[in-house]
């Protein structure tokens, strides 16, 4: 294979068909309408990425429910039929252009910096998250404590992310994500300082990824048939970065082997560095835990701005698709580039691209 080539082979996974292996990883945008539905500025964003050569992109979180799911003040949603309506012109879109689109289905949970439904957030146990709300996302101070979440919340959220996804289904979404990463509900429920419970959903890490697989498990029996499901996972969180899981290597074969048990057809690990060692002591990356554990196709997000380096992360076998974040904002035609062998920029210009960019800062930024 030539030194990029790994990355343009075609892919079947789960239900869709994929061009190429290269996404666009989900970045948080705050810039959808007030009560949840897509923008302009949001189909314009997306539709940039898809001509740029993405064979796949997972959009921003979308709360899941009108409730205590919205992290965001201008998230958009997949909440509602309206919310439904509004994403199917952005998708068709995107389609037009060539890629695949999921809905990252995502409950924010005491993580929340802004929900225009309730004012309280909630978690698994009445414990704030560590750090302070981002001021990027229209955020300011420490997170406020939650509500410790009773069984009815639970079971309103696991209803809500099937709802979601049978929105998003509506919507023509060819997947969809479950946001179980970086500090939102799924995985506030995984994290052993934040999760407390003395019933099924606390204690060991078996009981604390049981939330997490039975959503996956639910939202499998009502759409796997015609949508690709995956779940997104991380140690690191927006508010605690360096986090690792207590156990190691053995909460990777618990969380990872439950995970495949599912039915999913994905998992998608982010790390700061998709190829650095998951856990000290061991040279084992977290994606290639999550491959060897689950036994399903891995998408890999961290770092990953270099495509031969991505190529060669493909080429080893563990990892079928590379997640691109900064780097994708930074280049909207990375795939084109890295095909041409063309300059990949390394930086994201100050100002532009940013959550808020207009569609006139995507316009001015040169393509290969």
Not at 157 to 168: D, H, K, M, T
Not at 248 to 256: L, T
Request: glycine share 12%; hydrophobic share 40%.
């Amino acid at each position: 294979m030539t030194d990029v080539a790994a990355l343009f082979a075609p892919l079947i996974l789960g239900r869709t068909e994929l061009a190429n292996r290269v996404a666009l990883a989900p970045m948080t945008r705050v810039s959808g309408h007030a009560d949840g539905r897509p923008t302009d500025r949001i189909g314009g964003y997306y539709r940039r990425f898809a001509a740029g050569g993405f064979g796949l992109l997972i959009t921003e979180g979308l709360y899941t429910d009108e409730e205590a799911s919205q992290g965001y003040i201008d998230q958009p949603g997949i909440a509602t039929s309206q919310h439904a309506e509004a994403w199917k012109p952005l998708v068709a879109a995107v389609h037009e252009e060539g890629a695949k689109i999921f809905a990252q289905l995502m409950h924010a949970g005491a993580q929340s910096q802004g929900n225009s439904y309730v004012d309280e957030t909630r978690g698994p146990s009445a414990i704030a998250p560590r750090g302070e709300q981002l001021p990027f996302y229209r955020g300011s101070g420490p997170y406020p404590v939650p509500a410790a979440m009773s069984a009815g919340d639970i079971t309103a959220v696991r209803e809500g992310f099937v709802r979601a996804a049978q929105f998003a289904r509506t919507a023509g979404f060819d997947g969809v994500e479950i946001h179980g990463a970086n500090g939102y509900l799924l995985d506030q429920f995984l994290t052993d300082y934040l999760n407390e419970r003395t019933d099924q959903y606390g204690g060991d890490v078996d009981n604390r990824i049981r939330l997490t697989s039975e959503i996956a498990e639910d939202v499998v029996a009502a759409v796997g048939d015609d949508l690709t499901v995956g779940v997104r996972i991380s140690q690191g969180k927006v508010s605690d970065a360096h986090h690792k899981w207590g156990g190691g290597v053995d909460d990777a074969r618990v969380i990872f082997g439950r995970l495949g048990q599912t039915g999913i057809h994905f998992i998608h690990t982010t790390e700061y560095r998709a190829e650095a060692p998951a856990f000290e002591g061991s040279p084992v990356t977290l994606a290639e835990f999550a491959a060897t554990y689950s036994g399903l196709p891995i998408i890999a997000n961290g770092g990953l701005d270099s495509p031969s380096e991505a190529a060669a992360l493909v080429q080893r076998g563990f990892v079928d698709v590379v997640a691109l974040g900064k780097s994708a904002l930074a280049n909207r035609d990375w795939p084109v580039r890295a095909l041409k062998g063309a300059h990949i920029e390394a930086d994201v210009p100050d100002g532009v691209l940013g959550p808020l960019a207009t569609l006139e800062d995507w316009e001015t930024r040169p393509s290969a």
